[in-house]
């Protein structure tokens, strides 16, 4: 059994360095014993300062040219640069504000308690504020720098190990954390569903009633495989998991679920070999390549007869620097961390590239882990991710993907369902779905009960451009999904959700009653995009296309969709927007 994380990585001489501080998890401290918080202490100690003359009218006025000169030099330099988007960054507050037109609806009480801004709202417009300040993007880069040199620190994101390597820190705190499963944790998590075995297990009696078998896949995180990458102490030790762990295989495997764990095969092989990449958060492509032929091996053949084998073609690839590295938000000129070179594998078929086949009788849900190195825009190359790799070990047998990078709890799941109710059966003729996602995923994913209910196709209000046309539309912002903030996610892009009304089409030609979900680029390279500053009321012109001309390229990125259900199940567009 995998052995969980030793106290020796939290602690002793070593844990004390600033590269190797990991937080860890303990009883509740008495109360008679309870230290005194940091705003208690800090209340203590201005109670007790006495101050020198003339310290007081110093510290008033470096305060007040604080305040001040922040706030003067952001408007400064945004009088000076035009945005794409147009206006002020500083001013994009107001934009949560009701407009003129909602307040003059206002009929009663209940029509105020609708004009208050959302807390998310107010929260994005307070995120695109820090993104675009010029004193933070001065100053921020620089500080870090000086933290990691000198000082060997990393940041609210980044864990430093030893020799270069850097870790996510929700990676860390899943090992070192309260066990998932405890009740008490889990009743700390009530703003969403936080049982795995719970999802899991209903997520397999619904594909059971069509006859469709389910295989979960768990991803160890890295510093529970490469743990001796972090610390000194752990040489020998691994795997590390979650205290719950084995007990969320034990529940699974009482059910019925079939778990296929790759643990074990990771940490067999060459003794002190890496399996996952230095500055990312992900696999190597030989540690992915043997996940895929393990699981191969335990899949039941297929009745019919497979395709010709697949080819595979060698290729060296300098990868961009790490998401972890990026997260770090080094200066540009850093020299701390360089791109790291790896060896990948093109699946070809024939002289093409793979590509899943939607009649496949296997259907794979995936992560990020399922597409480092088969999503180009990840920086590691192409055709050469677990799909492709896993149809090779399969002897080229078809795959049906669902892929998306990010929230491994539910963004697959979301997909397959939404697909359904529009009517789009993705399970027909499946007689398998391998569902792979990060074991972080089990402590602080949302681990939604989903329906997966074939439905009917929805009235056609919303405007979908035919396939492989474009049309130019106008319309306002009746709902926008959220956007994270650049730097915060081992994803350097995003997609965003908009829910556009008053649509009118190029002709001039007005729709009243249309309306259309449109999905966007909001985040390139871990840089926003005009439509990541879009807000509610506001009035835009798109070029759109049907979603469907583009699904196959943008489909598995990260993505967050608008809060509203019956707008999620609508026919999507793809968007670019021109004014």
């Known amino acids: 059994m995998a052995e969980e994380i030793p106290d020796p990585i939290v602690g002793g001489e070593e844990s004390r360095k600033p590269t190797h501080s990991l937080p860890r998890y303990s009883e509740p401290t008495p109360e008679t014993h309870r230290k005194l918080s940091r705003e208690a202490e800090a209340e203590l100690a201005l109670k007790h300062t006495v101050f020198t003359s003339g310290a007081k009218p110093l510290l008033i006025a470096l305060f007040l040219f604080t305040i001040i000169a922040v706030p003067a030099i952001q408007l400064t330099a945004e009088l000076r640069v035009t945005r794409p988007s147009g206006g002020l960054a500083t001013f994009d507050v107001y934009k949560v504000l009701p407009t003129w037109t909602k307040i003059r609806k206002v009929r009663n009480v209940a029509g105020l308690w609708h004009l208050l801004p959302r807390a998310a709202d107010l929260k994005s417009a307070e995120k695109s504020i820090e993104t675009e300040s010029v004193v933070s993007a001065w100053l921020l880069p620089r500080v870090q720098a000086v933290l990691t040199g000198e000082l060997g620190a990393g940041n609210e994101q980044v864990y430093l190990g030893r020799g270069g390597w850097l870790f996510y820190r929700p990676d860390v705190e899943y090992i070192t954390g309260p066990p998932f499963l405890d009740v008490a944790q889990m009743r700390r998590r009530d703003r969403v569903q936080p049982d795995p075995v719970k999802a899991i297990v209903d997520f397999r009696d619904q594909l059971a009633v069509r006859g469709i078998e389910l295989i979960t896949v768990p991803l160890p995180v890295k510093p529970g495989i490469d743990a001796n990458k972090l610390s000194a102490r752990a040489e020998g030790r691994a795997p590390f998991h979650n205290k719950s762990f084995a007990e969320f295989k034990a529940r699974l495997e009482k059910a019925g679920v079939r778990v296929f764990d790759p643990v074990p095969s990771l940490i067999q092989g060459e003794t002190g070999a890496p399996r996952y990449l230095q500055t990312d958060t992900h696999w190597r492509p030989e540690t992915m390549e043997l996940v895929a032929e393990n699981l191969a091996a335990v899949i039941p053949p297929s009745s019919s007869t497979p395709r010709a084998p697949l080819q595979v073609a060698q290729k060296e690839i300098n990868g961009s620097l790490g998401d972890l590295a990026?997260?770090?938000?080094?200066?540009?000129?850093?020299?701390?961390?360089?791109?790291?070179?790896?060896?990948?594998?093109?699946?070809?078929?024939?002289?093409?590239?793979?590509?899943?086949?939607?009649?496949?009788?296997?259907?794979l849900l995936g992560d990020s882990f399922s597409n480092i190195f088969s999503l180009e825009t990840a920086g590691w190359g192409e055709s050469a991710g677990f799909a492709e790799h896993l149809s090779r070990a399969l002897g080229g047998r078809p795959l049906d993907c669902i892929l998306r990078n990010g929230e491994g709890a539910n963004a697959t799941r979301e997909i397959l369902s939404r697909d359904l109710a529009r009517g789009r059966d993705r399970l027909a003729g499946k007689k398998l779905v391998v569902w792979e996602f990060v074991e972080r995923e089990l402590a602080i994913g949302d681990w939604k009960l989903l329906e997966m209910k074939l439905g009917e196709p929805p009235p056609a209000r919303f405007f979908v451009p035919k396939t492989n046309e474009e049309v130019v539309v106008s319309g306002t912002v009746e709902a926008i999904s959220t956007v994270p903030r650049a730097g915060t996610l081992p994803y350097k892009d995003h997609i965003l959700a908009l829910h556009l009304t008053d649509l009118t089409v190029d002709s001039g030609h007005e729709q009243e009653r249309l309306e259309s979900l449109v999905y966007l680029w909001s985040m390139r390279d871990n840089v926003l995009t005009p439509a990541a500053h879009l807000r509610q009321g506001d009035h835009v012109i798109l070029r759109l296309r049907a979603w469907t001309d583009v699904s196959d390229r943008y489909e598995k990125i990260n993505r967050s969709e608008v809060e509203d259900p019956t707008v999620q199940l609508q026919e999507p567009c793809w968007g670019e927007i021109l004014k």
């Open 326 to 363: 990026r997260m770090l938000k080094l200066p540009p000129s850093q020299n701390f961390y360089r791109p790291e070179k790896v060896t990948i594998h093109e699946v070809l078929s024939g002289n093409a590239l793979w590509h899943p086949t939607k009649d496949a009788d296997i259907l």
